[in-house]
């Protein structure tokens, strides 16, 4: 749990950082509507929940600074008999008075007004620009004489970047969770038939143990599908003697994971899944044992494709000479995408890769980022030779930068061939 200290810290850092008579102003998510009178599964915004930790929608956060001093007001839906009849129980302002550490709460239908209010007289406005709905227009409409508008977003994502001690605690709880769901899918792929019984055996995991939502949508890729890389159709049969690609995390508590095993559907590895798999396994162990702070993630990237390209040429997926099949990019047909990515409230955090005059953010202590090399090769690519065709392999753990270095988050999660042998050979 993240602490009502730990957030009035967050909000004292972002209130500091604000111009003198500026208003900063942070929406919830909007609830969407799915047809008629059904809704999607409501997830609130993750700067506004960052900032607030309030769940509900229909409510907005202000900071409003003068010279110095700034104030926050919540406002939040009100107790409405009806409304928490058909869509459950609302915290309403008293309450929320008694657990959240901001100046003063209101009724969300007061906002017009207050915002109106407190607008007048201040030079810069900040609010997040990514969004776009009925409230941002309004905003804008009544602050027509200031001098800026701000991006309130790319303030509180630089903040994101480094994790807290509660912040990394709840990512473990989630990779924890996670772990038992990829080894009862590693210990269920040979009595399954289709591809989407394992996401469900994975998903109930989550679900079981109280991680209420995925973090992504679950990627089951049994044999080529593997290769498509954002596969989440789940529906194919599998076949004896494939490989399945499993990505699948949960997220605890607002807090994600993303992980990665490629597994055999009947116990074993041939010869030619065992050679790709240990190459790209091979990969991600340099990779990861690059990560200390001051290291760049540019670094890792051009790493990985070296150490990939090298890879296929000693398989012969690729031939040539290394440095120029890197130069011509000849390795990004099968290993198109980045080796990682920031991971925290969201499962591709949405933490700058750049400071604002353009130079790269080095890893800093605290930091949470996947490493997720991947081979794709497709069962109709003549220029593979035939007993590679149809592998797809990637091996995906969240990793913190630490001082010394690095922990990988879940190295509890089985990844070695003996391993994963192991368990997908238990009866289950
Ligand atoms: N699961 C999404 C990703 O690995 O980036
Ligand atoms: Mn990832
Ligand atoms: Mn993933």
Not at 222 to 232: E, V
């Amino acid at each position: 749990m993240i602490s009502e200290k730990e957030y009035r810290k967050r909000k004292t850092r972002l209130g500091r950082k604000l111009k003198p008579f500026s208003v900063a102003v942070l929406f919830s998510a909007v609830q969407k509507t799915r047809s008629n009178d059904t809704e999607y599964p409501y997830r609130q915004n993750s700067n506004f929940y960052y900032m607030s930790g309030f769940k509900e929608d229909s409510a907005v956060l202000i900071f409003v600074k003068e010279a110095k001093n700034f104030k926050t007001y919540l406002f939040v839906a009100k107790k409405d008999k009806t409304q928490e009849l058909w869509h459950g129980k609302r915290l309403g302002v008293d309450k929320a008075k008694e657990l959240f550490d901001v100046d003063d709460i209101f009724e969300f239908d007061a906002f017009n007004e207050k915002f109106k209010k407190n607008v007048v007289g201040k030079h810069h406005i900040y609010y997040d620009f990514g969004l776009d709905y009925a409230k941002v227009k309004l905003l804008k409409r009544s602050t027509k004489n200031v001098l800026s508008y701000e991006n309130i977003a790319s303030y509180i994502e630089t903040m994101r970047l480094i994790k807290s001690k509660s912040e990394i605690k709840l990512i473990k709880k989630a990779i924890s969770i996670t772990k038992k769901a990829h080894h009862k899918a590693m210990k269920r792929a040979k009595k399954s038939e289709y591809e989407y019984q394992l996401q469900a055996d994975i998903e109930y995991v989550f679900r079981k143990n109280g991680a209420y939502s995925d973090a992504y949508t679950s990627i089951v890729a049994c044999g080529n599908a593997a290769n498509t890389l954002h596969y989440i159709n789940n529906n194919k049969k599998l076949v004896q003697g494939e490989l399945i690609l499993i990505d699948a995390g949960c997220e605890y508590e607002y807090y994600a994971s993303d992980i990665t095993r490629t597994i055999p559907v009947n116990g074993g590895y041939t010869k030619a899944q065992t050679e790709v798999y240990e190459m790209v396994l091979h990969v991600q162990k340099e990779i990861i044992a690059m990560i200390k702070p001051n290291v760049f993630r540019s670094a890792l990237q051009k790493k990985s494709e070296e150490l990939l390209c090298q890879g296929m040429v000693s398989l012969g997926i690729l031939n040539g000479d290394v440095k120029t099949l890197i130069k011509e990019k000849a390795h990004k047909k099968y290993y198109p995408h980045g080796i990682g990515h920031w991971m925290g409230l969201d499962v591709h955090d949405e933490c700058p890769y750049k400071k604002l005059n353009g130079n790269e953010i080095p890893l800093k202590p605290g930091m949470v980022m996947t490493i997720e090399p991947g081979i794709y090769l497709d069962e109709e690519d003549e220029n593979i030779p035939n007993k590679y065709r149809g592998i797809g392999i990637r091996i995906e753990d969240d990793i913190l930068v630490t001082k010394e270095g690095c922990e990988n988050l879940s190295s509890c999660i089985a990844k070695e061939i003996k391993e994963i042998t192991r368990k997908s050979s238990s009866n289950l």
